[in-house]
T-cell receptor, first 116, second 112 residues
Framework: AQSVTQLGSHVSVSEGALVLLRCNYSSSVPPYLFWYVQYPNQGLQLLLKYTSAATLVKGINGFEAEFKKSETSFHLTKPSAHMSDAAEYFCAVSVRYGGSQGNLIFGKGTKLSVKP | DTGVSQDPRHKITKRGQNVTFRCDPISEHNRLYWYRQTLGQGPEFLTYFQNEAQLEKSRLLSDRFSAERPKGSFSTLEIQRTEQGDSAMYLC??????????FGPGTRLTVL
């Protein structure tokens, strides 16, 4: 079975500070991992994805994530937070075994607040 | 690329009524997924289409739920005899391959 766990349902940072959102995964096969962002009352926008190529993945809006197999982690970072980064962030793993066709299993989300 | 669109964006209905949602995927994407997201939770997978064939259904998809994708283009999700527990955001995503899914804005259902 595959799963993701997001540590911390709420994270608050000051504008200009480092953003670190934590995600740990469990997978019996090499995982495909994703980070999505959701603004209030909107759908999900893909930030970045890991599909077994480079372990350091760069995404949109200055976000990046590093796949660490030894730690089963895929944490999302951004060097300097901006007010517009305030949103909810979801980590997800793609189910690619047992006949499944790539549907995503999501974590419970982390709400990021940015203080001026 | 006009993105994934969903209609309606909001639906309020009374318990016991039937509702239908529509999803228009990105053209040329043959894969289409439906998810449900309740308050404070991540989306949960409901069902998957490849072209017009419904290939996978979650156990969350009770017999009151039915989905179609005629001709492999748009898709509809119908809920019969709605219950208050059906209140959620219903998200549609399309994909050209197994790697990446692009989500629509969602339909928020409120069952009174």
């Amino acid at each position: 079975a595959q799963s993701v766990t997001q540590l911390g349902s709420h994270v608050s940072v000051s504008e200009g500070a480092l953003v670190l959102l934590r995600c740990n995964y469990s997978s019996s096969v090499p995982p495909y991992l994703f980070w999505y962002v959701q603004y209030p009352n909107q759908g999900l926008q893909l930030l970045l994805k890991y599909t077994s190529a480079a372990t350091l993945v760069k995404g949109i809006n200055g976000f990046e994530a590093e796949f660490k197999k030894s730690e089963t982690s895929f944490h999302l970072t951004k060097p300097s937070a901006h007010m517009s980064d305030a949103a909810e962030y979801f980590c997800a793993v793609s189910v690619r075994y047992g006949g499944s066709q790539g549907n995503l299993i999501f974590g419970k989300g982390t709400k990021l607040s940015v203080k001026p | 690329d006009t993105g994934v669109s969903q209609d309606p964006r909001h639906k309020i209905t009374k318990r016991g009524q039937n509702v239908t949602f529509r999803c228009d995927p990105i053209s040329e994407h043959n894969r289409l997924y439906w998810y449900r997201q309740t308050l404070g939770q991540g989306p949960e997978f409901l069902t998957y289409f490849q072209n017009e064939a419904q290939l996978e259904k979650s156990r969350l998809l009770s017999d009151r739920f039915s989905a179609e994708r005629p001709k492999g283009s748009f898709s509809t999700l119908e809920i019969q005899r709605t219950e208050q527990g059906d209140s959620a955001m219903y998200l549609c995503a399309s994909s050209p391959n197994v790697d990446t899914q692009y989500f629509g804005p969602g339909t928020r259902l409120t069952v009174l």
